[in-house]
């Protein structure tokens, strides 16, 4: 670790020997696993230690460095910015998040959600526009007239419905890993518009505090619910529902209490 | 045509109005179906006139305009050359362009094929080195070892073998369009690398022309078989076989003698 062309290129996150997951990674120092947010204090090298600009509030910068720098990375990598016209799938964590940094970036930027209700949210929270895309007539009349899609769908879902919406040479990025196999690629459509299917996680050290930083300038945190840590099953429980809005935070003075 | 953002870049193959094919396409100005190769002649506008430099023979230059511009248009687009390592998967029409464009490009240029068989003449035709991909001692060998990857397997197949082969950032381009669907992709590989999975067809007149005038600085042509007309469907049937190197070319004089 952090001897290879990935880490050397400040991409830990494809480090070529294996990263260390922050959460549930192997821990090769103590043995057993991490415990990422759920750990009471944590030991990590002077390289790996972020900095949070003062004007964030530490409760809602917390799921920055997830969802925050999981939209940041590939919106820097695919060029996200003015004349851009960037799709966010899906309204969740990593979408809010996904919206607030495409704005702020420059792009214009539309949500797209199976959920009508959500319309709103999304452009309060900076989309431009809102694309339901389980009304065909919407999605066809938006067919062509993206370049960035971000996907931030987990379950196995039909992302070549959504590559109907890029324009040629689009970019479709997918965020989650779903459980279970996704259906096979539109190879005719791809080939026929020359677009790209891609896939980011996180981001470096180097990329995340330079997320924070630009979060910092543009007054960017999450939208979160804070927790006490005996609440954290029900916590659980509401967020596989999709009932929060859009991130739980622990706060960890009650963990001595739970 | 020729004048939607596509054409206008110069990417008339991805023109939203959609191409007319040269062969089987719609013809709409005398109706019917475009002949292609198999015309006698050919009326096009000015714009669409290619010039086959001097020391190309004619013959051996034909299939460029297919087969050398399908693969030299994604090696520009993805950026093969010097440092770049670029694996081509299969030796057929397609593939063998590939191996001597990228070559020429200067790019280390990677056979990847199923057939032992092959590996002298892929070398032949310039490849650095040859991979049989049916053999897993070299396949795993080879893990995460290219940058790109020409995908030129016309039929369903596991396409997420071949992004194992992929580095970091690592691009597959699929070239051909496969009559049945593609296993899913590897979405969890495709996160974990920031693998893209990419596709591209033929080339822009412009292009085009960069391609022919390219290939005449570096004496490229394709290898090819002449026929005569009559023994255009003896020439179909061994190509179903792959029994050609690599490219039939029908001589046009035969043709009223048929």
Chains 1, 2 share one sequence.
Not at 11 to 27: A, K
Not at 106 to 121: F, Q, R, Y
Not at 186 to 208: D, H, P
Request: aromatic content about 6%; charged content about 20%; overall charge negative.
């Amino acid at each position: 670790m952090r001897h290879c062309e990935s880490c050397k290129a400040g991409l830990e996150q494809y480090c070529y020997e294996g990263n260390i997951g922050t959460y549930n990674g192997n821990d090769v120092h103590l043995g057993g696993h991490t415990l990422g947010g759920y750990s009471a204090a944590i030991t990590v090298d002077e390289k790996f230690v972020l900095n949070i600009p003062d004007n964030l509030p530490l409760d809602a910068a917390a799921p920055l460095l997830c969802a925050g720098i999981t939209l940041y990375s590939p919106l820097m990598h695919w060029h996200a910015g003015p004349g851009k016209r960037v799709g966010v799938i899906g309204l969740g964590g990593l979408g809010h998040m996904g919206v607030k940094i495409a704005r702020a970036l420059g792009a214009h930027v539309v949500m797209i959600t199976t959920s009508p209700e959500k319309a709103a949210d999304a452009q309060k929270l900076g989309a431009h526009e809102v694309i339901i895309s389980t009304d065909p007539a919407q999605m066809k009349a938006a067919s062509k007239t993206l370049d960035l899609l971000m996907n931030t769908v987990s379950a196995a879902h039909d992302y070549n419905a959504y590559a109907r919406l890029l324009r040629v040479d689009g970019v479709q990025v997918l965020l989650g890993v779903p459980p279970t196999d996704m259906p096979p690629p539109s190879v005719g459509r791809m080939i026929g518009n020359r677009l790209t299917l891609a896939a980011s996680t996180i981001g470096g050290i180097r990329e995340t505090q330079e997320m924070l930083d630009f979060c910092a300038a543009h007054n960017i945190v999450s939208d979160i619910e804070m927790i006490r840590m005996e609440q954290v099953n029900d916590a659980y429980e509401r967020m596989l529902k999709g009932d929060v809005k859009y991130r739980f935070v622990i706060d960890m003075a009650t963990l001595k209490a739970a």
